[in-house]
């Protein structure tokens, strides 16, 4: 890939990024594949539209949230993104105030960047 995707692919992370504190629910709809699959620092495994409802519902809420080294590989029309990221929030009941290295792999549909595969690990 070149310059512009690697490019588009940091805006598409900073738009999920605002995405998830703002809970717009419109662009993490866009910015997510139908069939996503999710692996939470917990270890189990979530949807599209299961990630979705936590975020409506107001079960997900994260009131702030920083990035740092962020590594990114291309492989063919896939993006293989990593990063730490530091948050503060809430997950149903749990206070979240954590750092987590996340791999994030996006795909090129006809144009449009959709993230098909997400991971998350805590850092210690």
């Known amino acids: 890939m070149n310059t512009a995707d690697h490019n588009r692919i940091i805006d598409c992370e900073k738009r999920l990024m605002d995405a998830f504190q703002q809970r717009d629910i419109s662009s993490l709809d866009e910015l997510f594949h139908e069939d996503v699959m999710f692996v939470i620092p917990n270890g189990q495994t979530l949807n599209k539209s299961q990630v979705l409802d936590n975020y409506r519902g107001g ?10 080294d ?35 792999v996006w795909k090129l549909f ?15």
């Open 70 to 104: 962020l590594l990114m590989h291309f492989i063919g029309d896939n993006a293989v993104v990593s990063m730490n990221v530091e948050f503060s929030g809430h997950y149903y009941d749990n206070v979240i105030n954590a750092r987590y290295r996340y791999i994030r």
């Open 59 to 68: 079960d997900m809420y994260m009131s702030s949230i920083t990035t740092s």
């Open 110 to 124: 006809y144009g449009h960047w959709k993230v098909i595969s997400v991971g998350g690990i805590p850092i210690t």
